[in-house]
């Protein structure tokens, strides 16, 4: 079906595969339930994927499982912790209204971001941000997924 696909413009095939699996559960359905999507039949995906769930109305999302990838970034486990409480340097604002946006209008949302880590490494991630919903209405839980790419700029 692949609805909106070009809208968001995904890039990394992985994430395209995802936001397929997603959109399958979905149907004609806003969202899909969060018990509809299995991440695992991407066993590939799983190091790359994370929940997480608005608090309170909105102003914050706690993650609830973060895959290996992701903690490795981070260099620690980001599970239970709140997107706030993330070291993101400067972009911690950006970052957080971006997860507001695709709970609060409940669509599929990518961004793609080039930066620097405070150990002076350059890199370059894609997020793909997916609504969950048990009502229809509202948004019970983001399923999302980062692809991290540090290749490119590692060879240079």
């Known amino acids: 079906n692949r609805r909106g696909l070009r809208l968001i413009n995904i890039q990394h095939r992985q994430l395209v595969a995802l936001y397929d699996h997603w959109d399958q559960q979905r149907g004609t359905r806003a969202a899909p339930a969060p018990d509809e999507v299995f991440p695992e039949r991407l066993v590939q ?18 993650f609830s499982f973060a895959g290996s990838r992701i903690a490795e970034h981070f260099s620690q486990t980001i599970a239970d912790r709140m997107l706030t409480q993330l070291d993101l340097d400067d972009h911690t604002a950006e970052i957080l209204a971006s997860y507001r946006l695709a709970a609060d209008t409940m669509t599929a949302s990518c961004a793609t971001l080039e930066f620097i880590t405070h150990h002076h490494r350059h890199g370059k991630y894609e997020r793909l941000l997916l609504p969950l919903t048990y009502s229809g209405r509202t948004c019970d839980k983001l399923l999302g997924a980062n692809s991290f790419d540090f290749s490119v700029w590692d060879a240079a």
């Open 45 to 62: 995906l799983v190091p790359y994927i994370f929940f997480a769930v608005p608090v309170g109305d909105g102003g914050d999302f706690r």
